[in-house]
T-cell receptor, first 113, second 114 residues
Framework: TQLLEQSPQFLSIQEGENLTVYCNSS?????LQWYRQEPGEGPVLLVT?????EVKKLKRLTFQFGDARKDSSLHITAAQPGDTGLYLC?????????????FGTGTRLTIIP | EAEVAQSPRYKITEKSQAVAFWCDPI?????LYWYRQILGQGPELLVQ????????DSQLPKDRFSAERLKGVDSTLKIQPAELGDSAMYLC????????????FGPGTRLTVL
């Protein structure tokens, strides 16, 4: 069974601060996605990384895929209240053409104005 | 913009009753997923369809849960009888096969079993 552990589980910081969320596994994934979910809604895809060592930037968000494709991080610069939500990483696995995602344990982020 | 549709958004039922959830994926997406999410945790896969065929239902409690996608488009997830522990968010997602497992989620159905 593939497991993805996220840390921290909860994070509450002031507006304008920087933060990093980590996603770790002992398994290798073919791809890694990050999603953000707001209360009462479904997760929304933020980014997909597929190459070991890959770094992608989305405005104030920077995503990195580990060299061995087992871990990932999400860094937010100058956090804003609109960044508040549940952040989920998800590892992709294509086995015999059956594509599935394993979701991480989640990080609940609260940005205080 | 294309979206995954789910209904109802909220459902309150008593234990031992039957409930059903409906999902309409993004047009052209052959793969459809049903997930269960406990508050504050990551979604857990219940069942995965490729067109009308089930490709993974290993985590589906088959004694009470059933899912179908008869024409390979929309899908229904049923629980009968519902138990208190079934209270959760039920999410439907779809993907276009071959695109790095990127999944697009519907708004979910919040189920409360009393």
């Amino acid at each position: 069974t593939q497991l993805l552990e996220q840390s921290p589980q909860f994070l509450s910081i002031q507006e304008g601060e920087n933060l990093t969320v980590y996603c770790n596994s002992s398994s290798v994934f073919s791809s890694l996605q990050w999603y953000r979910q707001e209360p009462g809604e479904g997760p929304v895809l933020l980014v997909t990384v597929v190459t070991g060592g890959e770094v992608k930037k989305l405005k104030r968000l920077t995503f990195q895929f580990g060299d061995a494709r087992k871990d990932s991080s999400l860094h937010i610069t100058a956090a804003q209240p609109g960044d508040t939500g549940l952040y989920l990483c998800a590892g992709g696995d294509t086995n015999f053409g059956n594509e599935k995602l394993t979701f991480g344990t989640g990080t609940r982020l609260t940005i205080i104005p | 913009e294309a979206e995954v549709a789910q209904s109802p958004r909220y459902k309150i039922t008593e234990k031992s009753q039957a409930v059903a959830f409906w999902c309409d994926p993004i047009s052209g997406h052959a793969t459809l997923y049903w997930y269960r999410q406990i508050l504050g945790q990551g979604p857990e896969l219940l069942v995965q369809f490729q067109d009308e065929s089930v490709v993974d239902d290993s985590q589906l409690p088959k004694d009470r849960f059933s899912a179908e996608r008869l024409k390979g488009v929309d899908s229904t997830l049923k629980i009968q009888p519902a138990e208190l522990g079934d209270s959760a968010m039920y999410l439907c997602a779809s993907s276009f096969r071959g695109v790095y497992n990127e999944q697009f989620f519907g708004p979910g159905t919040r189920l409360t079993v009393l």
